[in-house]
């Protein structure tokens, strides 16, 4: 079947709050269409599909992975079964934009990447942050030594979530708690800076039923240290710093989807705005349809590699603290 070369077309599975912003953002991309969407429930597909103007929805995943129409699907069910339905829509000749964490566990994650190179398809951990052009342009800056050598990251993702309302934050089997749903922020800030550290001290409070409802860690590396913090019972200021030799740079808050920062040097502060378009979503799906378009399997901005990096790191603090989603 010939496709619309001139438009991506979208498919997207899990339908809650995310995809709904994802969603939102995608109208705004004139080289984007929602094709298709799909839900176990019927009715949510449909109320959805009308939403955004949709023109197929689906009652199954499969029905949609058999689609030919589709070119990639965006993945944002709850984290437990990412590497199962992105696996499967890659074996599908889809390519894929999944939800982070990539999965909850490293092994999982090597076997994502694995169907992407052996299906020759895309596929991308939907690390929004990364793309916005705040970001993009802070990172720019660190890599030319504007604050000079980096020593310190500090960073948090925190929020009061209240469990009486339910859902998969403070569900096991969904992978709930904070390391895995927003820790995975100010990691993937300390690792994108500094990347992989030589030492990782992390500490957790716990709820019950063995989830981590606050995570604090340290990450050591040869010079620099990275203070990182994430709760799902707290509030935070949400702001992230970079420290180097020369200065420092501030992320405004909230830093992961920041619309500016500042750059200090010698107690001089400059301010730069750079508003996002839409949510931010939008930064990503740009991405992705760029590297489909020039017949790449992975960002060079945030690549493979970058993922499994990442997920390893999570990986092992996972394994410091005790978390279980078995």
């Known amino acids: 079947m010939t496709k619309n070369t001139n438009r991506i077309k979208w498919g ?21 269409e929602l094709f298709a969407v799909a839900s176990r429930d019927n009715n949510k597909a449909i109320e959805f599909g009308k939403k955004y103007n949709c023109q197929k929805t689906y009652d199954s995943y499969d029905a949609l992975f058999n689609d030919d129409q589709v070119d990639i699907i965006y993945i944002a069910t709850p984290h437990d079964s990412h590497a199962e339905l992105s696996i499967k829509a890659l074996e599908n000749g889809k390519h894929v934009l999944c939800e982070k964490p ?27 942050t990364r793309f916005i ?82 995570t604090s860690m340290i990450l050591q590396y040869e010079n620099a240290q990275a203070v990182l913090h994430s709760s799902i019972v707290s509030e935070s200021d949400m702001k992230a710093t970079i420290s180097g030799t020369k200065g420092h740079i501030q992320l405004n808050s909230p830093w992961y989807i920041a619309d500016g920062y500042s750059v200090s040097i010698e107690n001089q502060e400059t301010q730069f705005s750079l508003p996002h378009l839409g949510k931010g979503y939008t ?42 989603f078995s």
Request: include cysteine; charged fraction near 20%; aromatic fraction near 12%.
């Open 12 to 32: 997207i599975i899990g339908l809650g709050n995310i995809a709904n912003q994802f969603a939102a953002d995608l109208l705004l991309l004139e080289d984007a």
């Open 102 to 128: 990539l999965a909850l566990s490293y092994k999982d994650a090597v076997r994502m990447i694995k169907a992407s190179k052996k299906n020759n398809k895309f596929f991308m951990e939907a690390f929004w």
């Open 133 to 214: 052009p705040s970001f993009q342009e802070v990172f720019s800056k660190v890599n030319q030594g504007i604050i000079g050598d980096i020593k310190y990251v500090k960073a948090d993702f925190a929020f009061y979530a209240n469990e009486s309302e339910g859902g998969r934050l403070f569900d096991k089997k969904l992978g709930g708690g904070s390391l895995f749903d927003i820790g995975v922020y100010p990691l993937f800030l300390s690792y994108i800076i500094l990347g992989i550290p030589k030492e990782i001290i992390a500490k957790s409070i716990y709820h019950n039923n063995g989830i981590d409802l606050q």
């Open 283 to 324: 930064h990503e799906a740009i991405e992705c349809q760029n590297c489909i378009r020039n017949n790449q399997i992975e960002s060079q901005l945030w690549s493979h590699q970058n993922s499994l990096d990442l997920s390893k790191i999570v990986e092992d603090i996972k394994n410091q603290i005790g978390l279980s």
